[in-house]
């Protein structure tokens, strides 16, 4: 097996769930409690990862990274580097891609804490921030253990928009499903068969807990 790229990965996956999780938290609370009636144009947007395929995602993200973009420019001058078929590329398009495997859970788990005990909260003097942490956040809590699982196990496997935005470098971009593409493109089965018994298991694994999460929860989940 090819444990450069699974480091890789998985030092990917990790940081992708880390982002999602500072970034998703105030997101997913908007879009479960937030009346705005252009709400669902915010959705639709955040959930479009689901439908989109990965190369037409990889395909605009190159488009918005590269060096004649303004976030391509002003990285570039900030850094000294090039976003694209860089790791850092690699970030910031893993966590659009995952986007939606984070605020789903999270925003249906906070949607779903009885509204009573959040305004029961609020009467007590409690502020919205207080009120999160020390209500809504312990109860939603099989909902963010369920994001983060979701997010991590996306990231580990992801192809299309890793090949797109992050090439095929070795010890910088390879990921472990590259590095099954490229072993089965050169005939090496073996190692390819290894690794692809690695995801598989750990793909089983994470379904099995994501379903014993859901049995736990009061209200059902959807990802769409």
């Known amino acids: 097996m090819d ?33 705005r009636r252009w709400k669902f144009l915010v959705e639709a947007v955040v959930a479009m990862p689901l ?5 037409v995602l990889g395909f605009y993200l190159l488009l918005a990274m590269g060096p004649r ?12 580097s090039t976003l694209p078929f860089s790791f850092e590329g690699l970030l910031i398009a893993s966590v659009l891609y995952s986007l939606p495997f984070m605020i789903q859970p999270l925003a249906a788990a906070f949607a779903s804490v009885d509204r009573g005990l959040i305004e029961a909260s609020w009467c007590l003097g409690e502020s919205r921030p207080r009120t999160f942490l020390r209500v809504i956040a312990p109860l939603s809590w099989a909902g963010i253990l369920t994001g983060l699982v979701l997010s991590f196990a996306h990231t580990l496997g992801e ?17 472990v499903s590259i590095a099954i593409y490229d072993q089965v493109q050169a ?5 390819a068969a290894r690794t692809a018994a690695l995801l598989l298991g750990v793909s089983f694994l994470v379904l099995a807990f994501t379903y014993a ?7 059902p989940w959807t990802l769409i």
Do not use: C, H
């Open 3 to 35: 444990w450069q790229a699974i480091r890789l990965s998985l030092w990917l996956a990790s940081l992708t769930t880390a982002t999602l999780l500072i970034l998703g938290l105030p997101l997913a609370y908007w879009l479960a409690f937030s009346r």
């Open 159 to 175: 192809f299309g928009v890793v090949l797109m935005v992050g090439g095929n470098l070795p010890g910088r971009t390879r990921t």
């Open 213 to 219: 999460l859901r049995r736990r929860q009061r209200k």
């Open 187 to 191: 005939m090496d089965y073996a190692p």
């Open 69 to 80: 973009s303004p976030l391509g420019r002003a990285w570039e001058g900030l850094f000294g």
């Open 51 to 55: 439908v989109l395929p990965p190369t």
